[in-house]
């Protein structure tokens, strides 16, 4: 990979009224950044609007994610036919992923092959690639053909290409006025996004660089926090909405409590600036979720930081998800990579975000512990609103770092024992292996200690599956809660798979195979380890399959069939009549045209939508 021009093909138009440019989006993963579908990073939205700054009209710009070159090969003619191809993309983290699937090596050297004019390459992949997107491997800087490669900001490369010509290229970040400016300009590239408009969550940068500097994490490469200020981002999104997106997650941040601030301390006013003039110029939205916040901000603040979580869970809607850093709860790794807190410093934040984010719309103050005067948390029990809850934590743990030892694992144990048993909810355990980056400390241990470990990560792994990630989630979606707006994804084994937009969204089966790319509201049923089972809801007495009545707890085949021969029905209550003792069917069905609340939904700030609807009707 090199960071200045190699075979310079040719150059570029003179006049930018006359440039064609085609962005290709091979995705990115980053510790503060998520850009897979449903996700859009900021990458290409920025580079669409640095270019229409430096002169290129809107109509010049073509946007192609990787799996659309993919599955039409004819669309490589665009990449073939531009004066500029860019590409963004790059993966610092491992991950697994169901919306699409991230450019590998050998396609993103397709692509500079392809490519007649100039191209430029920048995002993540230029801290370096792997044989594969996957943890527990060296990276390096390989040559991956391009005539530059942006070791700065890709959407200033190209800018300055556009602007300066060849000669005006510059490894230089851009500034936030300037992303005050292209991240509007650059709103209409979503309308070419192959998601758009319904199933498409934008990702809202807030700050980039960390104040903190762990060994293994390539945010702090990108220097110190530098927030945008409010209205850059509620313009931003005001642009966004006008281009016909409902989804927007504040991902692109190290810690969304220190926004606004000194880059330590919360600042509780910024972000109820912030969160409330996006529910002001994007007051239909249908999602507003969050990524980063580190628990040492609250451990180090705790009543600004509980404050501060309290202006988010009245504004987010529901499923939100704050994903915490502990990495290890191993003292003697904590130590040795520079990790901010500890297990029971972790545990207090948990502790905390449960308290102020983890009740449920719907629920009522005489309902939850604390004081009378709001809604606490955390809400669990046969008294808790059929909601996810507003806000809770997520936990990352990452395995390979130096100092790992047998007692690691469990450290990390134990850790997620207690959670569970002092009845607090996580909605999301993520464990991956170490990916070693140039630039971070962990690049002189590389992936050595994950590569001698990976068979005790893998059973260590297995069992926290069985253990903790299974009883917690049946604590957070309980049978009879509620998903609003499930978009249909594939269909599996007779059933069709789906997800909500938002942060790490639950897999969720129905029974049948369903129209794609269509949403449901799901009562859920059963749960497993990192996934969930349901029926639509509410679903119709009268029209119910037999799978999906033998889905619903207590019901098996037998009462079933009576309950099919027994229709149709007035009320569910009179399905006891041919079905006595069969559980309360209230949670899930209806009979015939009539509605089913769904609880909070009318709630400010409670979540997407009008008034609950029935999505079945008799003869559906």
């Known amino acids: 990979m090199t960071d200045s021009p190699a075979s310079a093909r040719g150059s570029l138009p003179a006049d930018p009224n006359d440039l064609a440019v085609t962005i290709v989006d091979g995705y990115v993963d980053e510790p503060a950044h998520f850009g897979v579908p449903p996700y859009l990073s900021t990458y290409p939205r920025y580079t669409a609007g640095a270019l229409v700054d430096a002169g290129v009209p809107e109509s010049q710009i073509t946007y192609h994610t990787i799996d659309e070159l993919r599955e039409d090969r004819s669309k490589h003619a665009d990449v073939a036919d531009a004066d500029l191809m860019v ?17 590998e090596p050998d396609e993103v050297r397709e692509l500079g092959w392809t490519a007649d004019g100039v191209t430029l390459l920048g995002g993540p992949v230029r801290f370096g690639v792997g044989e594969e997107n996957a943890g527990a491997q060296e990276t390096k800087r390989d040559d991956l053909d391009y005539d530059f490669v ?31 400016r292209w991240a509007r300009r650059g709103a209409f590239v979503v309308e070419q996004h192959p998601n758009h408009p319904d199933y498409l969550i934008c ?6 660089g960390c104040a903190y500097r762990c060994s293994f994490c390539t945010e702090p490469l990108y220097g110190d926090p530098a927030f945008r200020a409010p209205d850059s981002v509620v313009g931003e999104v005001d642009a966004l909405s006008d281009r016909g997106v409902r989804h927007f997650r ?75 850093g502990l990495e290890s709860a191993d003292p003697v790794v904590q130590e040795e990579n520079n990790l901010l807190v500890t297990a029971e410093e972790c545990l207090e934040a948990v502790r905390v975000v449960n308290e102020e984010g983890g009740w449920r719309p719907g629920d009522a103050p005489d309902t939850t512990p604390g004081d009378p005067s709001r809604v606490t948390g955390p809400s669990t029990g046969p008294d808790a609103s059929p909601r ?8 990352n743990l990452v395995h390979g770092l130096a100092g790992e030892r047998p007692e690691t694992y469990e450290h990390n144990k134990e850790f997620l024992q207690t959670v569970y048993d002092e009845g607090l909810m996580l909605r999301r355990i993520n464990i991956r292996q170490v990916m070693a980056f140039a630039g971070t400390e962990m690049a002189e241990t590389g992936a050595e200690v994950a590569q001698e470990h990976k068979d005790q990560f893998q059973a260590y792994k297995r069992e926290v599956r069985e ?18 707006d499930v978009h249909l994804e594939y269909h599996q084994d007779g059933k069709t798979f789906g997800r909500q937009l938002g942060t790490y969204a639950l ?114």
Do not use: C
């Open 467 to 484: 253990t903790i990630d299974n009883p917690m989630l049946d604590r957070v979606v309980p049978p009879g809660t509620v998903l609003p």
């Open 87 to 103: 590409y963004v993309g790059g993966m610092t983290v491992p991950g697994k992923y169901v919306g699409g699937t991230p450019a």
């Open 203 to 208: 990702e809202m940068e807030t700050s980039r």
């Open 150 to 180: 942006a070791m700065g900001d890709v959407e200033a490369a190209a800018h300055d290409l556009v602007r300066e010509g060849l000669e005006g290229y510059g490894n230089r970040m851009r500034t936030n006025e300037e992303v005050d």
């Open 507 to 620: 897999l969720v089966a129905v029974p049948g195979e369903r129209e794609l790319g269509t949403s449901i509201d799901v009562a859920i049923t059963d749960h497993g380890y990192r996934s969930v089972t349901g029926v639509p809801y509410p679903l119709d007495v009268n029209a119910a399959s037999m799978d999906e009545l033998t889905a619903i707890p207590g019901i098996n085949r037998s009462t079933a069939g009576d309950v099919v021969v027994g229709r149709p029905y007035d009320s569910v209550a009179a399905v006891d009549a041919v079905a006595p003792g069969t559980v309360d069917l209230s949670a899930y069905a209806v009979a015939g045209d009539a509605d089913a609340s769904i609880p909070g939904r009318d709630r400010p700030g409670s979540g997407p939508g009008p008034a609950a609807r029935s999505p079945l009707r008799r003869g559906d």
């Open 250 to 324: 504040l991902g692109r941040q190290a810690d969304i409590l220190a926004y606004g601030g000194d880059g330590e301390a919360p600042n509780p006013d910024a972000l109820r600036e912030l969160y409330g003039g996006i529910r002001e110029v994007a007051p239909d939205l249908r999602t507003l979720h969050l990524d980063n916040m580190n628990p040492v901000t609250i451990t180090d603040y705790p009543e600004a930081s509980r404050e501060a979580i309290r202006v988010i869970a009245r504004h987010n809607t529901p499923g939100d998800t704050a994903a915490f």
């Open 388 to 395: 996810l809850p507003k806000l809770l934590p997520g936990i």
